[in-house]
T-cell receptor
Framework: SQQGEEDPQALSIQEGENATMNCSYKTSINNLQWYRQNSGRGLVHLILIRSNEREKHSGRLRVTLDTSKKSSSLLITASRAADTASYFCATHTNAGKSTFGDGTTLTVKP | GAGVSQSPSNKVTEKGKDVELRCDPISGHTALYWYRQSLGQGLEFLIYFQGNSAPDKSGLPSDRFSAERTGGSVSTLTIQRTQQEDSAVYLC????????????FGPGTRLTVT
């Protein structure tokens, strides 16, 4: 099974609300990244958090990492309809291999 | 500069035929990844190239799948004797190096095996 597992599988919220997605993983990592995917095509990198970091911000995005629990969360504040997409976490080892989870499908209703 | 490009964008093939999917990474990127994504699913790692090192083929699902990277640039993923379960979007990504540096994804090739 995939190393990264997102929770929930699907999330539906109203515009302006916050969206929180969680990711759990199993083995030691070098860093964890979150990606966004529209329309089932290419992914776009959102944010990277290293294993020695606990929290990182980028615009309306906030990512946390708890290596003791092997989990991460992605918070999108003040969501917009344009945030509707699938969001994936990806874990990366020192060997360079990356493993993606199954994703969370976010729907933001206008 | 140009991003990662993949061709063809769509490929329909008959069961049993061989197919070749191409990926042109961003110039200067030493790492190249192939993934497979079935409808509504996450990304399944297939193979990883880093510079001149031997590729990590641990994700290839069967010996019908193979990949090459010529001259450290363009990569070709070949699927022999295609099966219906091979139908998926095949995504290629490149990055500057190892240790999980940000990956830049191509638009993917949608493969349909009839």
């Amino acid at each position: 099974s995939q190393q990264g597992e997102e929770d929930p599988q699907a999330l539906s919220i109203q515009e302006g609300e916050n969206a929180t997605m969680n990711c759990s993983y199993k083995t030691s990592i070098n860093n964890l990244q979150w990606y966004r995917q529209n329309s089932g095509r290419g992914l776009v990198h959102l944010i990277l958090i290293r294993s020695n970091e606990r929290e990182k911000h980028s615009g309306r995005l906030r990512v946390t990492l708890d290596t003791s629990k092997k989990s991460s969360s992605l918070l999108i504040t003040a969501s917009r309809a344009a945030d509707t997409a699938s969001y994936f976490c990806a874990t990366h080892t020192n060997a360079g291999k990356s493993t993606f989870g199954d994703g969370t499908t976010l729907t933001v209703k206008p | 500069g140009a991003g990662v490009s993949q061709s063809p964008s769509n490929k329909v093939t008959e069961k049993g035929k061989d197919v070749e999917l191409r990926c042109d990474p961003i110039s200067g990127h030493t790492a190249l990844y192939w993934y497979r994504q079935s409808l509504g699913q996450g990304l399944e790692f297939l193979i990883y190239f880093q510079g001149n090192s031997a590729p990590d083929k641990s994700g290839l699902p069967s010996d019908r799948f193979s990949a090459e990277r010529t001259g450290g640039s363009v990569s070709t993923l070949t699927i022999q004797r295609t099966q219906q379960e091979d139908s998926a979007v095949y995504l290629c990504a490149s990055s500057l190096g190892t240790s999980g540096i940000e990956q830049y994804f191509g638009p993917g090739t949608r493969l349909t095996v009839t």
